[in-house]
């Protein structure tokens, strides 16, 4: 079986871990630590990095450093994954549920000025699927309303928005290092931010909120929220292949524009003219009757593939009974992310691209 999502991991990950181990600084200290965090937040372009143990609680620190509570809004596309949903969730505040652009699968700022009222206090724009939100219509409607902009990328290292990385482009972002994410810690996450104070009291909240001056004296409901040396130590290796993994995540998602473009009833994965995709996971869309057959014959075929999301308004907990989200129901039902990991060979994506050309030619 081809499967969806495999890390790139050898001797230098091994070693790093081995050199925190024997360094016997195991927990949330040591060197790598600070190397990763200054070393992924120069990636993005951003002025400070604060890791932490996954992506979900990154976005919930950013959140809760903002200070958002009961009776405050705060707007995220409901086509996303459904972390970004829970982290809002996790402050008391709620989350208003707005559709996506069928052009580039996130946030629309038509629908997100819409939107706006009296409690709104955020805006949470996510780069689906490695593409880049339009964040600039995005910056404007925040800064005319006072409101946060805040990024959820985990799953877009690197992905860029008219020439900038995104992560740092509004008042903070959040990335995942999950096993099948750009470059990974095993579970992991960061907040990068620009703004120093930002930053210190994303810190703070992440280490219980334990002064820096008096010991065990908590001065704010803080959270364990801190990543360890070890998993530093697989993201400072991992950090250094990563230019390596995005040129080979293109030269995957050309193959696949090659090897299945032309073939009736797929419409590959989008790039605006003022985005760089990473193509996290290359996905496509496909009519929403056949795409869970299309699925079981790739299985068939020896091919793993994952479904897209179900749009947060639909689950259970978040059931919205008035709202319209076409675009996110049809992206929900319609798209398929295929194998897409670093060293997945070219004749593995033609053996994917002709399991794919077969559904269709039956
Ligand atoms: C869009 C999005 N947001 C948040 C997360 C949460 O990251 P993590 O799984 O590291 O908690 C993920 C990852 O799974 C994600 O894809």
Same mark, same amino acid.
């Given at each position: ?32 630590? =600070?190397?990763? &965090?200054?070393?992924? %937040?120069?990636?993005? *372009?951003? #002025?400070? /990095?604060?890791?932490?143990?996954? $992506? ?95 990024? =959820?990328?985990? &799953?877009?290292?690197? %992905?860029?928005?008219? *020439?900038? #990385?995104? /992560?740092?482009?509004?008042?903070? $972002? ?189």
């Amino acid at each position: 079986m081809i499967p969806v999502y495999r890390p790139a991991l050898d001797e230098k990950e091994t070693a790093y871990v081995l050199e925190a181990m024997n360094s016997s600084w195991i927990s949330s200290r040591g060197e790598f630590l =600070d190397r990763f &965090e200054r070393g992924f %937040a120069d990636f993005v *372009g951003a #002025r400070y /990095g604060v890791a932490t143990c996954n $992506g979900t609680v990154s976005l919930h620190l950013i959140l809760a450093a903002l200070g958002l509570g009961p009776g405050d809004e705060v707007i995220v596309p409901t086509f996303t994954y459904v972390a970004s949903v829970n982290a809002i969730t996790y402050t008391g505040a709620s989350p208003v549920f707005v559709d996506s652009h069928l052009d580039y699968w996130n946030l629309d700022p038509d629908r997100v000025r819409e939107a706006v009222g009296p409690r709104t206090r955020a805006i949470l724009a996510v780069h689906l699927y490695g593409h880049p939100a339009d964040m600039e219509p995005l910056e404007k409607i925040a800064a005319e309303h006072g409101l946060h902009l805040v990024e =959820d990328a985990a &799953e877009a290292h690197g %992905a860029e928005y008219m *020439g900038r #990385r995104v /992560g740092p482009l509004g008042v903070a $972002g959040s990335f995942s290092f999950f096993g099948n994410k750009v470059i990974t810690t095993g579970e992991g996450g960061m907040v990068v931010t620009d703004n120093e104070a930002f930053a210190e009291r994303c810190r703070h909240l992440r280490g219980q909120g334990v002064s820096p001056t008096r010991t065990y004296w908590h001065d704010a409901v803080g959270f364990n929220y801190r990543m360890t040396n070890l998993a530093a130590a697989v993201g400072v290796a991992q950090l250094s292949k990563i230019d390596a993994i995005l040129a080979r995540k293109r030269e995957i998602a050309d193959a696949y524009a090659r090897g299945l473009g032309t073939v009736p009833g797929v419409t590959l994965q989008p790039e605006m003219s003022w985005a760089r995709n990473v193509f996290w996971m290359y996905s496509i869309l496909v009519d929403p009757i056949e795409r869970d057959e299309l699925m079981v014959h790739l299985r068939d075929h020896g091919v793993d593939s994952r479904p897209f999301f179900h749009p947060a308004h639909t689950l259970p907990m978040y059931r919205v009974a008035d709202g319209s989200y076409p675009v996110a129901e049809r992206l929900g039902a319609s798209g398929i992310n295929l194998p897409s990991f670093p060293d997945l060979t070219a004749s593995e994506i033609e053996e994917v691209c002709a399991a794919v050309q077969g559904f269709f030619a039956r």
